[in-house]
């Protein structure tokens, strides 16, 4: 007798497994149902709200349409009127201004003549006083006068002959620097 009670509460206890079994799977379909109703319910709330905001933006462009409309209106009326054609002479304006430019240009035009001229000026200065420091003579007027006869009679060619010494002679200066520092090392003993 147990054993039957035994086989029967175990055949008991298998299909209440089972049923529980298939309860179970039904939960996890329940679940799932909930949680696509919870998705649809919030795609729900900003489906709405989108709604809400489109109907605004509707309600103010149809607010600015009919003031656009407004305006419209005016400009049709004001283009309507007739257009009072007054004839304005420009005449004096047009020489005075010609007067003005004349006067700028020749402003303009003294102004680089006068910066031309001092530039060739500084230049002559500039060589002769550069020949001069070539120069060793101990008579200061006679060398001046000299540097100035030499420089006028060509000034590009000295300029450039006097730039030609200068960099040879700075050369020169070089070479004997080089020189006195090998000899402070100790070459050339």
Same mark, same amino acid.
């Not at 007067?99 to 230049?123: C, M, N, P």
């Not at 120069?135 to 006679?142: G, H, K, T």
């Not at 100035?148 to 060619?157: I, L, N, S």
């Given at each position: 007798?147990?054993?039957?009670?035994?086989?029967?509460?175990?055949?008991?206890?298998?299909?209440?497994?089972?049923?529980?079994?298939?309860?179970?799977?039904?939960?996890? /379909?329940? *679940?799932?149902?909930? $949680? $696509?109703?919870?998705?649809?319910?919030?795609?729900?709330?900003?489906?709405?709200?989108?709604?809400? $905001?489109?109907?605004?933006?509707?309600?103010?462009?149809?607010?600015?349409?009919? /003031?656009?409309?407004?305006?419209?209106?005016?400009?049709?009326?004001?283009?309507?009127?007739?257009?009072?054609?007054?004839?304005?002479?420009?005449?004096?304006?047009?020489?005075?201004?010609?007067?003005?430019?004349?006067?700028?240009?020749?402003?303009?035009?003294?102004?680089?003549?006068?910066?031309?001229?001092?530039?060739?000026?500084?230049?002559?200065?500039?060589?002769?006083?550069?020949?001069?420091?070539?120069?060793?003579?101990?008579?200061?007027?006679?060398?001046?006068?000299?540097?100035?006869?030499?420089?006028?009679?060509?000034?590009? *060619?000295?300029?450039?002959?006097?730039?030609?010494?200068?960099?040879?002679?700075?050369?020169?200066?070089?070479?004997?620097?080089?020189?006195?520092?090998?000899?402070? *090392?100790?070459?050339?003993?």
């Amino acid at each position: 007798m147990d054993e039957m009670l035994l086989n029967i509460i175990s055949k008991d206890l298998h299909e209440l497994r089972e049923y529980m079994g298939s309860q179970n799977g039904l939960l996890v /379909g329940i *679940k799932t149902t909930l $949680k $696509k109703v919870e998705t649809l319910d919030r795609t729900g709330d900003l489906l709405l709200k989108s709604l809400e $905001k489109s109907s605004r933006d509707v309600d103010r462009l149809s607010q600015e349409i009919a /003031g656009l409309r407004g305006l419209v209106g005016h400009l049709r009326q004001d283009l309507a009127k007739p257009l009072l054609h007054e004839h304005h002479n420009h005449f004096p304006k047009i020489i005075w201004i010609t007067i003005g430019l004349f006067i700028g240009l020749a402003v303009a035009v003294s102004g680089w003549t006068s910066a031309w001229k001092d530039g060739l000026a500084y230049r002559n200065a500039d060589t002769q006083i550069r020949y001069l420091r070539l120069l060793q003579e101990d008579s200061l007027y006679s060398t001046l006068r000299h540097a100035g006869e030499v420089v006028k009679a060509d000034p590009e *060619k000295v300029r450039d002959s006097v730039i030609q010494i200068e960099v040879d002679r700075e050369r020169y200066w070089e070479t004997i620097r080089e020189a006195e520092r090998l000899r402070r *090392k100790g070459f050339g003993h």
